[in-house]
């Protein structure tokens, strides 16, 4: 059974850092990219970072280069996110997914998705 769990949202203050984990099972780690994207309430989903576990190849939207660190750990089949300077526009579910490379923040060419975590800043 294919899972991706993510985990680490908390609420934090703006400025402040947190770093988020994906924990994948179920297929080949090293056959697929991980992607981050995130939802706002009343918002659409939006894509913002993206890792292919073999080469490292990434991606980060304009919104979040810069602030969030995108990386993977294959002996764990893990990707996490690291994100500083966070603002309160950063609130959000966060959510990670797979699909096959070349890395993409396309919502629509995922093939899974976990359940997501709640990042909250206050400002």
């Known amino acids: 059974e294919v899972q991706l769990v993510e985990s680490g949202g908390d609420l934090v203050q703006a400025g402040g850092s947190l770093r988020l984990s994906c924990a994948a099972s179920g297929f080949r780690f090293d056959d697929y990219a991980i992607g981050w994207f995130r939802q706002a309430p009343g918002k659409e989903r939006e894509g913002i970072s993206c890792?292919?576990?073999?080469?490292?190849?990434?991606y980060y939207a304009d919104s979040v280069k810069g602030r969030f660190t995108i990386s993977s750990d294959n002996a764990k089949n893990t990707v996490y996110l690291q994100m500083n300077s966070l603002k309160p526009e950063d609130t959000a579910v966060y959510y990670c997914?797979?699909?096959?490379?070349?890395?993409?923040?396309?919502?629509?060419?995922?093939?899974?998705w976990g359940k997501g975590t709640l990042v909250t800043v206050a400002s």
């Open positions: 997914a797979a699909t096959v490379p070349p890395v993409t923040v396309e919502a629509s060419d995922m093939d899974y």
């Open positions: 890792i292919t576990s073999s080469s490292g190849s990434t």
